[in-house]
Each structure stands twice: as C-alpha cells, then as structure tokens.
C-alpha cells in the first residue's frame, strides 16, 4: 500500500541549531514529494516540493529538503531554527500515474526552544 | 487573489443533526479535495471533485457522508445523522484544471463539534 511515514511525533531543537524532520515514503515509481506546514487552528501552507531534478530543494521560510530515492526519504531541514518555525509539519506524496490527490504523513510537532 | 474559502469555520452539531460544510477554490482552480483531521492523526484523503463530477471518492466513509461540486456555487460537503466521531477539522484544497505539479492550496477548515 502507498504510504508515508513519519517517525518522529515531536522534535524539539534550541532556537540557532539545525533542524531535521524525517519522512520516509512507500510508493513504487517515482511520486512528487510535499513538505506542508499547519500553525494552530490554520490550514496547511505549502512550504516546497520535489518533482524532478535537483535532489536538494530550496523552499519557503529557509527551509530545504533532501530528496533520496535509494532510502526512500525526503527529509526536511533548516540550518538554524527560530521559535516561530514551531508547528506541524506534515510531508506528503502523490503517486505517479494517480489522481491529484496526495497521500500525507502522520505529522511532526516540531518546538523550537528559545 | 483571495485563497480557498471554507465556512462556516466553527460548527456544532448534536448527534443525529446534518452538516454542511462548504468550500470555494481559489480563482481559476476547478479541481476541489477534501481532507479530514482527527485529533492526533494526520489528514486523510475524502473526496476529489471537478465541477459536477466525482472523481475520486475512495476515502469517504460509506455511509452519512456525501460531497458534491455544482457548475454554480461551492462545493459542499455533507454529514448526515452526526455523530460524535464525526467531530475533526474538515480541509478543502484546490488546484487548477488539467495538468499539474500536484501542489495543493489548503483553507482554513472547518471545525465540527458533534456534542
């Protein structure tokens, strides 16, 4: 079955230091990859995506994500984190071939400590 | 521009009541998904829709749930006879017609109460 996977239900970072957030995906060929964002009682942003290319993407807010089709990851990431990064983020896949419709992950609370 | 439109934002209903929730695309987009978030779990996938047609409806329970997408007007999704797993935050999502990198632009939701 397509899926994506999120391990990680909280991260918590000090303001300054790098952030990951991981997602791994299970989807045969070759999907385009979402990184969403969902500050409290909003609905979800669009922070970037992967479809073809380059395997590091540059999107909104100076966050960035690594595409890796042999370990089947498209992980997010920050240099340097700010409080204001707090929230959920949830990743997301389309299938190839499928509908427009995308498959997301479970969801990662990501706190940002000043 | 203004983003996809959801209302009402905050709706409660007693157990047996309907739902409606409504949805307008963004300016220029045909295609309208529906999502639903439980507390503590992730979105999941409902209802994908063009103008009066259903595409794609794998994700809406069989029963109670109904969305339709009229020529005129928003698209709506319906709850029959709620109950109270029925309380989440319902999000429509629009894209424009034909194809496309998949990128979806989300609401605000909508927020039932089933009391």
């Known amino acids: 079955a397509q899926s994506v996977a999120q391990p990680e239900d909280q991260v918590n970072v000090a303001e300054?230091?790098?952030?990951?957030?991981?997602?791994?995906?299970?989807?045969?060929?070759?999907?385009?990859?979402?990184?969403?964002?969902?500050?409290?009682?909003?609905?979800?942003?669009f922070l970037l995506k992967y479809i073809t290319g380059d395997n590091l993407v540059k999107g909104s807010y100076g966050?960035?994500?690594?595409?890796?089709?042999?370990q089947t990851s498209f992980h997010l990431k920050k240099p340097s984190a700010l409080v204001s990064d707090s929230a959920l983020y949830?990743?997301?896949?389309?299938?190839?071939?499928?509908?427009?419709?995308?498959?997301f992950g479970t969801g990662t609370l990501l706190a940002v400590q000043p | 521009n203004a983003g996809v439109m959801q209302n009402p934002r905050h709706l409660v209903r007693r157990r047996g009541q309907e739902a409606r929730l409504r949805c307008s695309p963004m300016k220029g987009h045909?295609?309208?998904?529906w999502y639903r978030q439980l507390p503590e779990e992730g979105l999941k996938f409902m209802v994908y829709l063009q103008k009066e047609n259903i595409i794609d409806e794998s994700g809406m329970p069989k029963e109670r749930f109904s969305a339709e997408f009229p020529k005129e007007g928003p698209s709506?999704?319906?709850?029959?006879?709620?109950v109270r797993g029925d309380s989440a935050a319902y999000f429509c999502a629009s894209s424009p017609g034909g194809?496309?990198?998949?990128?979806?632009?989300?609401?605000e939701g909508s927020r039932l109460t089933v009391l």
Do not use: D, M
């Open chain 1, 90 to 103: 949830f990743c997301a896949v389309r299938p190839p071939g499928a509908t427009n419709k995308l498959i």
């Open chain 1, 16 to 45: 300054g230091n790098p952030l990951t957030v991981k997602c791994t995906y299970s989807v045969s060929g070759n999907p385009y990859l979402f990184w969403y964002v969902q500050y409290p009682n909003r609905g979800l942003q």
């Open chain 2, 76 to 82: 709506i999704l319906r709850i029959q006879q709620v």
């Open chain 2, 30 to 33: 045909s295609h309208v998904y």
């Open chain 2, 99 to 107: 194809s496309n990198t998949g990128e979806l632009f989300f609401g």
């Open chain 1, 63 to 70: 966050f960035e994500a690594e595409f890796n089709k042999s």
